[in-house]
T-cell receptor, first 113, second 112 residues
Framework: GENVEQHPSTLSVQEGDSAVIKCTYSDSASNYFPWYKQELGKGPQLIIDIRSNVGEKKDQRIAVTLNKTAKHFSLHITETQPEDSAVYFCAAGLMEYGNKLVFGAGTILRVKS | DGGITQSPKYLFRKEGQNVTLSCEQNLNHDAMYWYRQDPGQGLRLIYYSQIVNDFQKGDIAEGYSVSREKKESFPLTVTSAQKNPTAFYLC???????????FGDGTRLSIL
């Protein structure tokens, strides 16, 4: 089955700097890669997603890149702000197979002001 | 307001008891999912349902049961067979399997 590894487990950046979180997946059939942000005591919130027919997607300060050959994808946050501090999860899934997502273990992002 | 409602927010269970966690959505979504989250770990899929009256086991279904009698409701029962039930339980829904999943705010289950 699918296995997703996420790095780093914690990341501290200065306000205004960029943050990058990387994930690798094992099943080359996976075709859907969402990223979620989770604040304390809340459910995960979808922040961006990408499908395997696209190499890069951007939404304001957030971007995701996908390298299908290497089976890894990354989240890029530019101009970080204190409100970006949260736990971020990547996931991989095959939509045709019920969209069963396998999640990474999460990255705690701290933005210091 | 459209959304996913999970109740209760906190739940306590005695040893040997079954408990049922509620998940309701008014988004008219066909697909619904249950995940378990343990500290420092990612989410793991317990059960999912693509349509009313049909559901499939996820990666960690043992000790859990579900039903999908109505489109808007997907309750999860944690049975006494689940030996380590203490966790944060998250329900999600999506328009269909080709659309993103959106989550409720979870139920935290603890053993007394």
């Amino acid at each position: 089955g699918e296995n997703v590894e996420q790095h780093p487990s914690t990341l501290s950046v200065q306000e205004g700097d960029s943050a990058v979180i990387k994930c690798t997946y094992s099943d080359s059939a996976s075709n859907y890669f969402p990223w979620y942000k989770q604040e304390l005591g809340k459910g995960p919130q979808l922040i961006i997603d990408i499908r395997s027919n696209v190499g890069e997607k951007k939404d304001q300060r957030i971007a995701v890149t996908l390298n299908k050959t290497a089976k890894h994808f990354s989240l890029h946050i530019t101009e970080t702000q204190p409100e970006d501090s949260a736990v971020y999860f990547c996931a991989a899934g095959l939509m045709e197979y019920g969209n069963k997502l396998v999640f990474g273990a999460g990255t705690i992002l701290r933005v210091k002001s | 307001d459209g959304g996913i409602t999970q109740s209760p927010k906190y739940l306590f269970r005695k040893e040997g008891q079954n408990v049922t966690l509620s998940c309701e959505q008014n988004l008219n979504h066909d697909a619904m999912y249950w995940y378990r989250q343990d500290p420092g770990q990612g989410l793991r899929l317990i059960y999912y349902s693509q349509i009313v009256n049909d559901f499939q086991k996820g990666d960690i279904a043992e000790g859990y049961s579900v039903s999908r009698e109505k489109k808007e409701s997907f309750p999860l029962t944690v049975t006494s067979a689940q030996k380590n039930p203490t966790a944060f339980y998250l329900c999600a829904s999506s328009m269909d399997r080709f659309k993103p999943q959106h989550f409720g705010d979870g139920t935290r289950l603890s053993i007394l």
